[in-house]
């Protein structure tokens, strides 16, 4: 995940501080939790471009994971 830099590159080390970064997460985690709905044995990594931004997946994934486990009891 990144911004799309003036060469048509993604770049992940940016900061665009644009206000979606949670709904950006949020979305992403919907998707994956959607993937794993049709293939349950499959693993999914994702690491960021910093050790800060790798936690804060960490972080998103296991609240959305909390929530997902809420509503399927």
Do not use: C, W
């Amino acid at each position: 995940m990144g911004d799309i830099d003036e060469s048509g590159d993604i770049d992940v080390f940016s900061k665009s501080n644009n206000g979606d970064m949670e709904a950006v997460l949020v979305t992403f985690i919907n998707i994956i939790t959607h993937f794993f709905k049709h293939y349950p044995d499959a693993k999914v990594y994702v690491k960021g471009s910093t050790p800060a931004r790798t936690r804060l997946y960490q972080i998103a994934a296991e609240q959305e994971l909390k929530n997902f486990e809420e509503t399927q009891e």
